[in-house]
């Protein structure tokens, strides 16, 4: 990655916080518009979830990848903290791998 | 870092004081998972930090560095980061409530600690007085947390070389599915999330990495429609703030 993409980064970030904070609290953001951004990061976190589980890989990488992602989906639904959840879901895709 | 390590005494002085500091701790780990990652997408150590330090928004960061990792070019990777991004704004009126008599130079200062965790420690209590005391203990507890986390694992993920063998490539999306499971609460929420998951699964064996992540976004027009249907039915339907 790039300095200046680090730094448009870093601009926009700021940039949406800045607004929120100060110009967006002025306005009322009602309506789709309002709904589309309260669920962007319900669908993004899906999207990304998907994206990184199919991730490049052998076939058996993927699959004891998502085998450790489940087991770490499990840890959230138990409302583990996050530590354990990061811990269960390394060491189950680690340990069947090594198994396999 | 964990939470045990938290100096106790703090606790006295109210529950929003410690839940930031215990919060502030927990992110710093997911801090060096970021450091890690970063480091090993090829990453310098100064670029992995500058992140931290300046992008300052977690999801946004992760998202970045996964593109990066997944071969994907800068400008690809800038897409799905700055749309993570875009979620701080909403924020920003929640945050206001709490430091409505403060100066504009000093909100512009806070504005760069306006993340998901800042304003939900915020958010969660009644008191206008621990509200900002949430806000802050827990805004530039994570600041500092992360800082030091993502230093921490771009200097050990130098030396780590191989992710998979550690599982780690398991515990980024492990870390997504976290960040993930308070949106499913609502209808609409796992409308969204349901379709962006179906639309991911179609298009990333077909699509440059990156651009799935974009598409998969059209989840969330689907939960607004949802949501949008379900208000005119009940008018009372506000969730989530």
Known sequence: MSWWAIIALAAGSYGFKAFGLLGLSRVELRGPLADLVRFLPAAMFAGLIVQNVLADGTSEIVVTRALGVAAGGLAVWAKAPLLVVILVAAGVAAGTRAIL | MTPADVPQKPAARGPALRDGLILAATVGVVGVVFG?????????LAKTCAMSLLVFTGASQFAAASVINGGGSSVAALGPALLLASRN???????????????????????????????????????????????????????????????????????????????LDAAFPAVYVALLAPHLAS?????????????????????????????????????????????LVVTSAQDSP
């Open chain 2, 36 to 44: 890690v990652l970063a480091r090993t997408s090829g990453l310098s």
């Open chain 2, 89 to 167: 704004a909403l924020y920003g009126p929640v945050v206001a409530r709490f430091f409505d008599d403060d100066s504009v130079p000093r909100r512009l200062a806070l504005a760069h600690v306006v993340i998901d965790e800042s304003t939900g420690v915020g958010a969660a209590q009644s008191e206008r007085s621990e509200q900002r005391i949430g806000f802050l203990s827990s805004g530039i507890g994570i600041y500092v947390f992360w800082n030091l986390g993502t230093l921490l694992g771009a200097t050990v993920g130098d030396f780590i070389g191989n992710l998979e063998q550690w599982g």
């Open chain 2, 187 to 231: 209808h609409p929420g796992r409308v969204s999330a349901l379709i962006a998951a179906a639309i991911a699964l179609a298009t990333v064996p077909v699509l440059p990495i990156g651009i799935p992540i974009l598409i998969s976004t059209v989840g969330a027009a689907a939960g607004a429609i949802v949501a949008h249907r379900s208000d």
